[in-house]
């Protein structure tokens, strides 16, 4: 028993998985598992196609491409200065709704 009670305090530090999010989701909902599935893999795959333009997860936040300037930098190890390339990366920006949920303000 003391086992088990322990072994259920260590998971709950640990991230929620996708197999633990999908059987979450069925349960709370009226569909399957593999129906929540699919419903998560297509939800993924309108986001990764429209980020470019910028993608809004009602209640989350917003997927948008963001393009970093040229810098300069510095070799931790040596400390010689490097010249950084601009690029483009991926942002998630957090939605108002959600920092106030999950900070409580």
Known sequence: ?????AAKKSNAKKPMTKSQLIA???EQCTLTKKQIGDVLAELAAVGY???KKGFTLPGFGKLVVVKRKARMGRNP???E?????AK????FR?????????LGQ
């Open 94 to 102: 957090i939605a108002k709704a959600c920092k106030d949920a999950v």
């Open 88 to 91: 483009t990366v991926l942002k």
């Open 49 to 51: 196609k429209e980020a």
């Open 81 to 85: 200065s490097i010249k950084i390339p």
């Open 77 to 79: 190890a040596t400390g």
């Open 1 to 5: 028993m003391v086992k088990k009670a």
């Open 24 to 26: 979450h989701l069925s």
